[in-house]
């Protein structure tokens, strides 16, 4: 969609509430920026965020002096009562506005752009789902007839690898890739933006229009596959019964997935939905107050713990023990869930 009278090419998403809205000069720039997000590209919102996207070495000569709030190992903050502005080294540069829900990015790197876009909108959306009583846990989520399958797999389990492989087992669809998105009534709602792999020969046989890659700014060279590539294996409903699938890897043995209690669970629910180990809770995209902040904040906090307990106590529990074969892993997984 174009805005003739500013010359600006803009897309609409909404994330259950949360409507984005992208700005770019250049319609290619928008569709990539959005690609992720397409899931929930709407034609008509009314905008709570406009996102401004500039593909320009940012207008340092125009910034305000505003003197350093603090700083990461790959950018520096910037804030007063006005502005806060996250400066990428030179590489790119993100703004806040206080009071306004207008963002701007500038960089001339594509790649730093698309990231940063992502980043600020996830960040964003976490905001909401706090305010929302919405609870994110960072997890496969894989849906088998009316049952949502709730798996946090540990780094280096191949989630991503045993995502694709389930993809491939007749009846089972993909509720996200990343992160399961609870509402207030306890209902896993789909969230598909992407599936990400870090070699690209395991995903040599899709076809290269659905495949794009990013050189992400802290962890390198990373290939994505649109979610359209397994259209109708994308699942669409908001499912009430739910499975939790906690995980462990070992070094030696085969796969096994028994029953346990949802005490168990607790430790996982904390790690990957309280305190969001995996999601991206935006230290430095999260621009109304950093990610240390929020989770420093008891209120919110408890309201993530009581959302996640309450998830453990619906949520029929199992433990999975993952072996080094992810192909294995994934077999004994498809295998396990027809048999509930």
């Known amino acids: 969609m174009t805005n003739d009278a500013d010359n600006l090419h803009s897309v609409s998403i909404d994330l259950y509430g949360l409507s984005i809205q992208c700005q770019t000069e250049d319609a ?13 590209q709407k034609k008509h919102c009314n905008h709570r965020v406009v996102i401004q996207v500039e593909q320009t070495y940012p207008p340092y000569d125009s910034f ?18 006005n502005f806060k502005i996250i400066d ?79 993809l491939r087992e007749p009846g089972f669809k993909l509720v996200s890739d990343d992160e399961a998105i609870i509402d207030r009534s306890g209902r896993v709602l789909p969230f598909p933006l992407r599936i990400g792999i870090l070699d690209r020969k395991v995903i040599q046989n899709i076809p290269d229009q659905y495949v794009y890659s990013i050189d992400r700014m802290e962890f ?34 085969d796969p096994v997935i028994y029953k ?28 109304n107050h950093s990610s240390w902040d929020i989770i420093l904040k008891i209120q919110v906090a408890m309201k993530r713990l009581i959302r996640a307990l309450k998830l453990a106590s619906s949520a029929q529990v199992y433990r999975f023990t993952l072996s080094g074969n992810i192909a294995l892993n994934a077999a004994v997984l498809a295998q396990f869930i027809r048999s509930l």
């Open 28 to 40: 290619d720039l928008t569709q990539e920026l959005i690609r992720p997000f397409r899931f929930f």
């Open 260 to 287: 346990t209690s949802s005490g168990k669970a607790v430790g996982v629910l904390i790690r990957d939905a309280v305190i969001g180990v995996g999601l991206y809770q935006g230290l430095e995209f999260i621009l």
């Open 88 to 166: 990428y080294f030179g590489k790119g540069v993100v703004i806040e506005s206080n009071g306004k829900a207008v963002y701007k990015i500038y960089g001339q790197d594509a790649d730093f752009l698309k990231e940063a876009f992502y980043l600020l909108a996830l960040s964003l959306f976490g905001e909401h789902c706090d305010r929302c009583g919405m609870l994110r846990v960072h997890a496969l989520v894989l849906s088998y007839g009316d049952l949502a399958i709730l798996a946090p797999i540990p780094p280096g389990g191949g989630k991503s690898t045993i995502a694709l492989a389930m």
């Open 64 to 81: 305000p002096p505003i003197k350093a709030s603090y700083s990461t190992p790959r950018n520096i903050v910037f804030k007063d009562k």
């Open 220 to 253: 390198g060279l990373k290939y994505f596959v649109d979610i359209e590539y397994w259209a109708e294996k994308i699942e669409t409903r908001q499912l009430t019964n739910s499975v939790l699938i906690i995980s462990e890897r070992i070094l030696r043995g």
